[in-house]
């Protein structure tokens, strides 16, 4: 699957991704420890395409806040890379499909944004900022799209 130049590999990563719309990943099925030994052969390639690839949050319940897995602190951990992992996991923050307020979703990965452990990884502070920084004023963006069209079909229908 991940073999190939960096867009096979980016095509193959994303339709990991595209699968997690089922809640459920091939590579679910594989253990923390064995995804990792993976890594650890090519740890500069490997590590940022895991944490493209991999389940690395997940609601525990239906309508419950979703909480990060495991294997994402342990990915940051073990990267030589730990800025291009947090890319990675920055990038998944941003959802491929929702219902109802994009706005109200965008502020629950904040919110798991802020719960990411990073205390023990240096140098991740600054991204950790922009990142929060950016997803905010994304929200307010979207929050003013979505304002904006509620005064507009409240204005049709009067």
């Keep these: 699957m991940f073999s190939g130049d960096e867009k096979a590999q980016a095509k193959a990563a994303h339709a990991f991704v595209d699968l997690l719309q089922f809640r459920k990943s091939p590579l679910d099925v594989v253990p923390d420890e064995v995804l990792l030994e993976w890594c650890d052969r090519d740890p500069a390639v490997r590590y940022p395409l895991m944490a ?10 239906d309508g419950e806040p979703h909480e990060w897995t495991p294997l994402a602190s342990r990915l940051l951990a073990g990267t030589p890379d730990p800025r291009r ?4 996991i920055v990038q998944r923050l941003h959802p491929t499909s929702w219902s109802g307020s994009l706005a109200t979703t965008l502020e629950s990965r904040l919110k798991l944004l802020e719960q990411l452990p990073l205390n023990e990884i240096a140098g991740l502070e600054e991204a950790l900022n922009e990142a929060k920084g950016a ?17 507009s079909r409240s204005w049709r229908f009067e």
């Design 85 to 88: 992992v947090f890319k990675e």
């Design 135 to 151: 997803l905010r004023k994304r929200i307010d963006v979207e929050r003013k799209y979505e304002a904006d069209e509620d005064r």
């Design 52 to 61: 493209a690839s991999a389940t690395l949050f997940r609601r525990p319940k």
